[in-house]
C-alpha cells in the first residue's frame, strides 16, 4: 500500500472562544465536527477543505504540508495543533492522529481575514466592477462590493473616502424628501438606536438634516480617533447654507444626539460662522483650526509678496519649530518687522488667532493624533470622488453608507493584523516590551519611533534632588542640524516623567525625552498612566457589539449575537419589572448577584 503522509496544521490566530456550547444551544452558526482519529475522505483535497472549515470556525488559520518529513517552519507562535493523515491507494484520506489544543487564543469573528479562508464568492466577484462614472452622476474611484452584507464579503475592499465639491450644494429633486425620510425610518426599524433629526423651513420645506447610525453614537462614548489611530465619522449633516444660526442648529442637534456631551476638542476649517457656533454652544470645548488649510491658505495670501520665498521659509520656521508660546511670539514679531509685513490686517488677525492654530498653543490638550502638521487621513474630508454637484440626496445616502461600511472594514482589518501578528523589539528594554503587549500595532510603532529616537538625545542633571533633567536632542531638518533642548521633570517617588515638548499630552505617546530620563533613572516598567486604555489591543470595544443594518450583518461576530439576544432577553424581563418598586428592587437585586456570579 501507497502512503503519503501528510499534516495540516494551525498557523496562528487569537481570542479565546469557550462558549461553544452556548452557541450551538442558540444555533448561531453550523457546526463543523472538530476531527478525530480514524475519520476517512475521499482524497486531501476534501481533507483540508474540511479542517480549513472546521479552522474558520474556531478562528484559526491553517497551512498544508505534504510531507511531515519535509516540514514548513511554522509562523509567529509555533503552534502543535494539527491533524496528521495518510493518503491510501485508493486516493482516500484516513486521519491518524489529531492535536486541538492550542498556544494562544482564538477568534472565529476574525477567520475570514486569514489567507486561507479570503475565497472570491462568484456572487461576489460579478460584481467588483470599477467605474469612473455611473449613469447618475456619481463618480466612483473604489471597487464596490454591493452585497448588504460586510462580513459575508471575504474578499477586502479599497479603501475609499468622499468630499463635496468646492461650491457644490445637494439638490432636492422629485421624491427625495420621501426616500430619505424612509431610509431614516427603515435604520430606526433595525436598530432604535439611529437618530435623526430635521430642519424645516416656515413653509414645511427640509432645510438642514443630521443623522447618526447606532454603532458611530456608541463610538462616541470612547474615542475621537480608534485605538489605531484611525479617524471615525460620528454623523452626517447636510446644510443649506453656513452661517451662524445654521451652525448653531447643528450643534445642538449633535448634543442632543450624543446625550448632552459635548466633545472635549474640536476640528474645523477656519470659518467665522462655525467659531461663533462653536463658541456658543460648547463654551467648555477646545476648539483649533485645521493647521494644513491654515497653512494653505497662508501662502496663497502671501503669494505676490516680492520676498515671498524667504517669507514662506521664516514663517514655516517660526511655526513648526517654535516649541513655547514665547518662542514663536517672538519669531513671529522678527518676521513681520524684518520682512515689512505689518501692515498685512489678514496676517494681523491670524496672529490674534495664534491659540487656535499654532503647535506651541495647542500642546497642553489631547488631540490623539488629530492635530497634524500634514494633510493625511486624519485631515482629508471623509468624502472624496463619490459625489458631486448632480449627486441627489436619495444618492448620497446610498453612498454615505458604503463609505461607512468601508471604515468598519478598516478597523476590522487593523483589528486583525494586531490579532495575528505583532511588531518586534528593537531594544532589549523591559520598557519596550511593556508597550510591545499591551499597545496595537500602528501606537506601538508610534512609541517605537520615540524609543529610537533617544539615540539623538543626551540627558543632563540640573538637579537631582528636584528631579530636574536637561535633555539635548540634535534635529536634523533638511541639510541643517540643531540642538534644541527640553526640560523633563522626574519624580522619584511614582517613577513618573513631565517633559516641555507635551508630546504625552498632545498625542497620548510617550516622548523620547521622557523616555531617555526614565532608562537613566533605570525606571524597568513604566507607570500606568503612560499605557492608556484607548491604544490598547486587549480591551473589549462597547461599539463592536452595536447592530448596524446596512454595512455590518454581524455573520461572524458572535459576540455580537450573544450580546443581541440578552439584550432582548433583559428588555422583556425589564418590561415587566418596572410595574412596581418592589419587582423593579428584586430584579435589581437578582442582577447583582448574576452579576458578580458572571465575573
Known amino acids: 500500500m501507497k502512503e503519503v503522509v501528510s499534516s495540516f496544521e494551525d498557523v496562528n490566530s487569537k481570542e479565546a472562544l469557550d462558549e461553544n456550547e452556548m452557541d450551538k444551544r ?6 463543523v465536527k472538530p476531527p478525530e482519529t480514524g475519520m476517512t475522505f475521499d482524497s486531501a483535497d476534501s481533507l483540508y477543505e474540511y479542517y480549513r472549515q472546521f479552522g474558520r470556525q474556531e478562528g484559526k488559520s491553517i497551512s498544508h504540508k505534504q510531507n511531515y518529513l519535509t516540514p514548513n517552519p511554522l509562523t509567529r507562535i509555533e503552534c502543535k495543533a494539527r491533524i496528521n493523515a495518510t493518503i491510501l491507494e485508493d486516493g482516500k484520506c484516513k486521519v491518524n492522529s489529531v492535536a486541538l489544543e492550542h498556544n494562544h487564543e482564538l477568534s472565529p469573528s476574525k477567520s475570514q481575514f486569514y489567507l486561507c479562508n479570503r475565497e472570491k464568492v462568484i456572487g461576489v466577484r460579478r460584481k467588483l466592477a470599477p ?22 464579503v471575504t474578499m477586502l475592499e479599497n479603501d475609499c473616502m468622499s468630499y463635496f465639491e468646492k461650491g457644490s450644494r445637494l439638490q432636492l429633486f422629485a421624491g427625495d424628501a420621501k426616500a430619505i425620510q424612509e431610509y431614516f425610518v427603515r435604520m430606526q426599524i433595525k436598530n432604535s438606536n439611529f437618530f435623526y433629526m430635521m430642519d424645516m423651513d416656515d413653509d414645511a420645506r427640509i432645510k438642514n438634516i443630521f443623522w447618526a447610525d447606532a454603532r458611530s453614537r456608541a463610538l462616541y462614548e470612547e474615542f475621537g480617533v480608534n485605538h489605531h489611530g484611525q479617524p471615525i465619522l ?19 442637534t449633535w448634543l442632543a444626539c450624543m446625550s448632552g456631551r459635548a466633545p472635549n476638542v474640536i476640528i474645523t476649517d477656519e470659518h467665522n460662522s462655525m467659531t461663533k457656533a462653536i463658541d456658543a454652544v460648547f463654551p467648555n470645548t477646545r476648539h483649533r483650526w485645521c493647521l494644513w488649510q491654515v497653512m494653505k491658505k497662508l501662502l496663497v495670501k502671501l503669494e505676490g509678496h516680492k520676498l515671498y520665498d524667504q517669507v514662506k521659509m521664516s514663517l514655516q520656521d517660526a511655526i513648526y519649530d517654535s516649541f513655547t508660546k514665547k518662542e514663536f511670539e517672538e519669531s513671529w514679531e522678527r518676521i513681520v518687522k524684518d520682512l515689512n509685513l505689518c501692515d498685512n490686517l489678514w496676517l494681523s488677525s491670524l496672529y490674534n488667532e495664534r491659540n487656535r492654530w499654532v503647535p506651541a498653543f495647542l500642546k497642553d490638550s489631547f488631540w490623539a493624533g488629530m492635530s497634524t502638521t500634514q494633510r493625511d487621513e486624519n485631515s482629508v474630508p471623509f468624502f472624496d470622488g463619490r459625489v458631486n454637484s448632480k449627486t441627489t440626496i436619495k444618492q448620497f445616502v446610498e453612498q454615505y453608507d458604503k463609505a461607512l461600511r468601508n471604515k468598519v472594514e478598516k478597523e476590522h482589518l487593523a483589528d486583525f493584523q494586531c490579532f495575528s501578528t505583532w511588531i518586534p523589539c528593537v531594544t532589549l528594554f523591559e520598557i519596550e516590551k511593556q508597550f510591545q503587549v499591551a499597545y496595537t500595532n500602528t501606537k506601538f510603532k508610534e512609541f517605537q519611533k520615540e524609543l529610537t529616537g533617544k539615540l539623538y538625545c543626551e540627558v543632563s542633571c540640573i538637579d537631582s534632588k528636584d528631579g530636574n533633567f536637561d535633555v539635548s536632542e540634535v534635529m536634523f531638518v533638511g541639510d541643517k542640524r540643531k540642538q534644541v533642548h527640553f526640560n523633563v521633570q522626574f519624580n522619584t517617588e511614582n517613577c513618573e ?54 454595512y455590518d450583518d454581524w455573520t461572524s461576530n458572535l459576540e455580537a449575537q450573544r450580546y443581541d439576544k440578552l439584550r432582548k432577553k433583559f428588555d422583556e424581563v425589564a418590561d415587566l419589572a418596572v410595574v412596581s418598586d418592589e419587582k423593579m428592587m428584586q430584579l435589581w437585586n437578582l442582577l447583582d448577584e448574576i452579576q458578580t456570579k458572571v465575573k
Not at 449613469?135 to 452585497?147: F, L, M, P
Not at 460620528?234 to 445642538?252: H, Q, R
Open 26 to 31: 442558540f444555533g448561531l452558526y453550523e457546526i
Open 131 to 152: 467605474s469612473d462614472q455611473t449613469s447618475n452622476g456619481v463618480i466612483n474611484n473604489y471597487q464596490s462590493v454591493d452585497t448588504g452584507a460586510f462580513d459575508n
Open 234 to 252: 460620528f454623523g452626517c449633516a447636510l446644510l443649506s447654507d453656513e452661517n451662524t444660526a445654521t451652525f448653531t442648529w447643528l450643534f445642538k
Open 497 to 550: 516623567a513631565h517633559c516641555s515638548c507635551g508630546l504625552f499630552q498632545f498625542r497620548g505617546i510617550l516622548c523620547k525625552h521622557a523616555i531617555s530620563v526614565l532608562l537613566k533613572m533605570e525606571v524597568i516598567n513604566v507607570p500606568e498612566k503612560y499605557i492608556l486604555q484607548r491604544w490598547r489591543k486587549d480591551l473589549k470595544r462597547c461599539h463592536t457589539r452595536v447592530k448596524v443594518g446596512y
